[in-house]
């Protein structure tokens, strides 16, 4: 407490309000392939948020029998209960970007004639009519056959445009030129660019590469003087001397794209994770599938960029090969941490093997790369008019068209043991969690998890894994189910009884819970009836069952158990089937198809094999529950005294919470100790404060039994 030496008025401020925490009880995480997204472990990645059905998709793609297990089908089923997923993607090595090498050339350009060759005399009275009419044409410029602009565009200059300082001054003419010519290289068909560097300007197509060529029919008029332009090299030469009087009154000229080896040097696009997913292709239904890049032609130094989904632009970008705010490399980034794109990664590449350039220094490594290919020479600069050498050419950019990315590997093993290793995962190096591994993560607040779907390799070992994740971690109940066409009843209950060729123990932990026949489902992404895993109904209706009450009732029967979307169970079980399953040691959760009232979850066991309150799925998730908002509304009492007043604001905090819980009929009675005889001297001396927390689970109804008695006529039921 502060010390007080003077007179006055003080306040001080004392938080006292301490509340039990909120926490969410319906967060799943899954665990499992898919042929795109972010892998858990890779690049800093975690497991991921998904907060609805739209969103998987779009990150991770559509489900696909074609697809080992069924993760991303077991997710759009639960997200139609909750709206807090992790998903979980597992690959191994072979995981692989898909890619595309995007074009890159030059665009067609034409020197101009200067101040000189005009004839132009310096000062601004200077009445002459000596100018020049330049007819602009245009062949093919792309890969799609398409032209910049329909008709021949028509610009004349003459000394009314001008105000010449000197006859070398070739300033005024270079703005007379864009003047007439409507614009300067920013124009959407053809501009000027006039380099002051140089001191000449510079007739510019908009587009790039071999098959774009400008045509100029350039025609210099002087009524005084009926001498020409003379040019004998089409592609950017300067036009020399006029040619001598009564020569040909115009002179045509043409000029050709030049395309960049991309053996030699090409812009990479990667997709931003590895996966087939982002292959360009086309579906069974024809619709089109994965990502392309498509570039367009834009006036000046900028092209436009599509990234196309699915057939449709998702994202759309201007690029250039300048610094500054269009540059390449800072808008579409180079790696997943600078991506600006959802869908993409780019960088310069050169050579062969198209090792990655300097991502720090991209334009530097690309233009160096260019000058030592003799091709296109430098490209830096130079449509902003800074004076470096005269290059040829000097205005790049991507090529014009659609490129489709291709090569990407899902990284799915194909082999059993190393689909397990995929998905059992493990804490690499960097300290990154892969698999299963990645579900370790106090921050996720995973109540339920699972790994459902078929061909997920060795599932006695990954079923195993889960469960043990779930032991020590504390955080959530795993679930789980025997593989697909395991056989008759008594099959299924020896493989959970580990009396089977692919399980050898028995599952026993309150950690766990365990459903069986497998449902059969309509797939709206196959277009085929699929039979799905029981674990992700089972878990769609805790979700459920935590919506429309609390994790501590029980997520079976005809009031939260029902299931609408199965089209029929695997094995359709009678009253014996269901009796064999629920007792004897036997921890098996039955789907049940009931005649007219449909399917149903029909137990609510965990596979603890021990008769406790535990076996039982509501107490357990009530447990994960207690222990999680415990811990989230305690956590501040760390270092404070241990002593009585500490003590009773810990039962403070216990105990509304337990009261809460009594209310919304979890518990039946409970009690909180927390005070000399929980916090012996030792104890303290140890700095431990222990508290004592009894509580009573609400038991459910599992046997709703009616005895029915019969009596004579003269019995006396009132008595009874």
Same mark, same amino acid.
């Given at each position: 407490?502060?010390?007080?030496?003077?007179?006055?008025?003080?306040?001080?401020?004392?938080?006292?309000?301490?509340?039990?925490?909120?926490?969410?009880?319906?967060?799943?995480?899954?665990?499992?392939?898919?042929?795109?997204?972010?892998?858990?472990?890779?690049?800093?990645?975690?497991?991921?948020?998904?907060?609805?059905?739209?969103?998987?998709?779009?990150?991770?793609?559509?489900?696909?029998?074609?697809?080992?297990?069924?993760?991303?089908?077991?997710?759009?089923?639960?997200?139609?209960?909750?709206?807090?997923?992790?998903?979980?993607?597992?690959?191994?090595?072979?995981?692989?970007?898909?890619?595309?090498?995007?074009?890159?050339?030059?665009?067609?350009?034409?020197?101009?004639?200067?101040?000189?060759?005009?004839?132009?005399?310096?000062?601004?009275?200077?009445?002459?009519?000596?100018?020049?009419?330049?007819?602009?044409?245009?062949?093919?410029?792309?890969?799609?056959?398409?032209?910049?602009?329909?008709?021949?565009?028509?610009?004349?200059?003459?000394?009314?445009?001008?105000?010449?300082?000197?006859?070398?001054?070739?300033?005024?003419?270079?703005?007379?030129?864009?003047?007439?010519?409507?614009?300067?290289?920013?124009?959407?068909?053809?501009?000027?660019?006039?380099?002051?560097?140089?001191?000449?300007?510079?007739?510019?197509?908009?587009?790039?590469?071999?098959?774009?060529?400008?045509?100029?029919?350039?025609?210099?008029?002087?009524?005084?003087?009926?001498?020409?332009?003379?040019?004998?090299?089409?592609?950017?030469?300067?036009?020399?001397?006029?040619?001598?009087?009564?020569?040909?009154?115009?002179?045509?000229?043409?000029?050709?794209?030049?395309?960049?080896?991309?053996?030699?040097?090409?812009?990479?696009?990667?997709?931003?994770?590895?996966?087939?997913?982002?292959?360009?292709?086309?579906?069974?239904?024809?619709?089109?599938?994965?990502?392309?890049?498509?570039?367009?032609?834009?006036?000046?130094?900028?092209?436009? #960029?599509?990234?196309?989904? *699915?057939? /449709?632009?998702?994202?759309?970008?201007? =690029? @250039? !090969? +300048?610094? %500054? $705010?269009? &540059?390449?490399?800072?808008? #579409?980034?180079?790696?997943? *941490?600078? /991506?600006?794109?959802?869908?993409?990664? =780019? @960088? !310069? +590449?050169? %050579? $062969?093997? &198209?090792?990655?350039?300097?991502?720090?220094?991209?334009?530097?490594?690309?233009?160096?790369?260019?000058?030592?290919?003799?091709?296109?020479?430098?490209?830096?600069?130079?449509?902003?008019?800074?004076?470096?050498?005269?290059?040829?050419?000097?205005?790049?950019?991507?090529?014009?068209?659609?490129?489709?990315?291709?090569?990407?590997?899902?990284?799915?093993?194909?082999?059993?043991?190393?689909?397990?290793?995929?998905?059992?995962?493990?804490?690499?190096?960097?300290?990154?969690?892969?698999?299963?591994?990645?579900?370790?993560?106090?921050?996720?607040?995973?109540?339920?998890?699972?790994?459902?779907?078929?061909?997920?390799?060795?599932?006695?070992?990954?079923?195993?894994?889960?469960?043990?994740?779930?032991?020590?971690?504390?955080?959530?109940?795993?679930?789980?189910?025997?593989?697909?066409?395991?056989?008759?009843?008594?099959?299924?209950?020896?493989?959970?009884?580990?009396?089977?060729?692919?399980?050898?123990?028995?599952?026993?932990?309150?950690?766990?819970?365990?459903?069986?026949?497998?449902?059969?489902?309509?797939?709206?992404?196959?277009?085929?009836?699929?039979?799905?895993?029981?674990?992700?109904?089972?878990?769609?209706?805790?979700?459920?069952?935590?919506?429309?009450?609390?994790?501590?009732?029980?997520?079976?029967?005809?009031?939260?158990?029902?299931?609408?979307?199965?089209?029929?169970?695997?094995?359709?079980?009678?009253?014996?089937?269901?009796?064999?399953?629920?007792?004897?040691?036997?921890?098996?959760?039955?789907?049940?198809?009931?005649?007219?009232?449909?399917?149903?979850?029909?137990?609510?066991?965990?596979?603890?094999?021990?008769?406790?309150?535990?076996?039982?799925?509501?107490?357990?998730?009530?447990?994960?529950?207690?222990?999680?908002?415990?811990?989230?509304?305690?956590?501040?009492?760390?270092?404070?005294?241990?002593?009585?007043?500490?003590?009773?604001?810990?039962?403070?905090?216990?105990?509304?919470?337990?009261?809460?819980?009594?209310?919304?009929?979890?518990?039946?009675?409970?009690?909180?100790?927390?005070?000399?005889?929980?916090?012996?001297?030792?104890?303290?001396?140890?700095?431990?404060?222990?508290?004592?927390?009894?509580?009573?689970?609400?038991?459910?109804?599992?046997?709703?039994?009616?005895?029915?008695?019969?009596?004579?006529?003269?019995?006396?039921?009132?008595?009874?």
């Amino acid at each position: 407490m502060p010390t007080y030496v003077s007179p006055g008025v003080y306040v001080v401020e004392k938080d006292i309000s301490d509340y039990p925490a909120s926490v969410n009880s319906s967060v799943v995480g899954i665990v499992g392939f898919a042929d795109r997204g972010p892998v858990a472990g890779k690049d800093g990645k975690k497991a991921t948020l998904i907060t609805g059905a739209q969103a998987l998709v779009d990150l991770f793609g559509e489900p696909s029998e074609a697809i080992k297990g069924q993760a991303l089908e077991g997710a759009l089923e639960i997200l139609e209960t909750t709206n807090s997923l992790y998903f979980v993607r597992c690959a191994d090595d072979t995981a692989t970007e898909a890619s595309a090498i995007v074009s890159i050339g030059s665009c067609p350009a034409i020197k101009l004639p200067g101040a000189a060759k005009l004839g132009f005399s310096p000062g601004a009275t200077d009445a002459g009519t000596s100018g020049i009419t330049i007819t602009v044409s245009s062949t093919t410029v792309d890969n799609d056959g398409a032209a910049p602009f329909a008709s021949n565009k028509v610009f004349t200059i003459n000394k009314g445009n001008t105000s010449l300082a000197a006859a070398s001054d070739n300033y005024e003419v270079g703005l007379a030129y864009k003047k007439a010519i409507g614009g300067d290289l920013a124009s959407a068909d053809v501009g000027v660019f006039y380099d002051a560097g140089d001191d000449f300007a510079y007739l510019v197509l908009n587009a790039a590469g071999a098959n774009a060529v400008l045509t100029a029919e350039i025609d210099i008029f002087d009524p005084d003087d009926t001498t020409e332009v003379s040019a004998t090299a089409p592609h950017l030469d300067l036009i020399d001397d006029q040619g001598a009087a009564g020569g040909t009154p115009a002179k045509i000229i043409s000029a050709s794209g030049v395309t960049v080896s991309s053996a030699d040097v090409g812009y990479l696009v990667q997709s931003i994770y590895p996966g087939a997913g982002y292959n360009l292709g086309t579906k069974s239904n024809g619709d089109t599938s994965g990502v392309s890049f498509e570039v367009n032609n834009r006036g000046g130094k900028d092209f436009g #960029i599509d990234v196309n989904d *699915a057939g /449709a632009a998702a994202e759309g970008f201007l =690029g @250039s !090969f +300048v610094s %500054g $705010a269009s &540059y390449l490399e800072e808008t #579409i980034g180079t790696s997943v *941490a600078k /991506a600006t794109s959802t869908l993409i990664t =780019g @960088s !310069f +590449v050169t %050579g $062969a093997a &198209y090792g990655d350039l300097d991502a720090d220094d991209g334009l530097t490594s690309f233009t160096a790369q260019l000058t030592s290919l003799g091709t296109l020479g430098t490209v830096r600069g130079k449509y902003n008019g800074a004076a470096d050498a005269d290059v040829d050419p000097r205005f790049v950019k991507l090529i014009k068209g659609t490129y489709g990315l291709a090569g990407g590997d899902s990284g799915i093993p194909t082999a059993e043991s190393d689909v397990a290793t995929a998905v059992i995962g493990q804490v690499e190096a960097d300290g990154g969690r892969t698999g299963i591994e990645a579900l370790d993560d106090d921050l996720l607040n995973i109540s339920l998890a699972l790994v459902p779907g078929e061909g997920v390799g060795d599932i006695a070992s990954i079923q195993n894994a889960l469960i043990t994740k779930a032991e020590t971690t504390q955080n959530f109940l795993a679930v789980l189910s025997p593989k697909y066409n395991i056989g008759r009843l008594q099959d299924a209950i020896d493989w959970s009884n580990g009396l089977s060729e692919t399980r050898t123990a028995a599952i026993n932990s309150s950690y766990a819970a365990l459903y069986w026949p497998w449902l059969k489902v309509f797939s709206v992404f196959d277009g085929k009836d699929r039979w799905y895993d029981p674990a992700i109904f089972a878990v769609r209706q805790m979700t459920y069952t935590d919506s429309v009450s609390d994790p501590w009732f029980a997520p079976a029967g005809f009031v939260r158990g029902r299931l609408t979307k199965p089209l029929e169970t695997e094995v359709v079980l009678n009253q014996g089937d269901r009796d064999t399953m629920y007792s004897g040691g036997n921890v098996l959760n039955p789907m049940v198809n009931f005649p007219q009232r449909g399917i149903a979850v029909w137990g609510q066991r965990t596979t603890q094999r021990d008769p406790s309150a535990l076996d039982r799925i509501n107490v357990r998730r009530l447990m994960i529950y207690l222990r999680k908002v415990i811990l989230a509304s305690t956590q501040r009492l760390v270092f404070e005294p241990n002593d009585r007043f500490t003590w009773a604001r810990v039962e403070g905090l216990v105990n509304p919470l337990l009261d809460d819980i009594a209310r919304r009929r979890g518990i039946t009675e409970f009690k909180v100790v927390c005070d000399e005889t929980t916090n012996t001297p030792l104890r303290v001396d140890r700095n431990e404060m222990w508290t004592k927390v009894l509580i009573k689970p609400t038991k459910t109804a599992e046997m709703v039994i009616f005895e029915l008695n019969l009596t004579s006529q003269s019995a006396n039921l009132g008595s009874l």
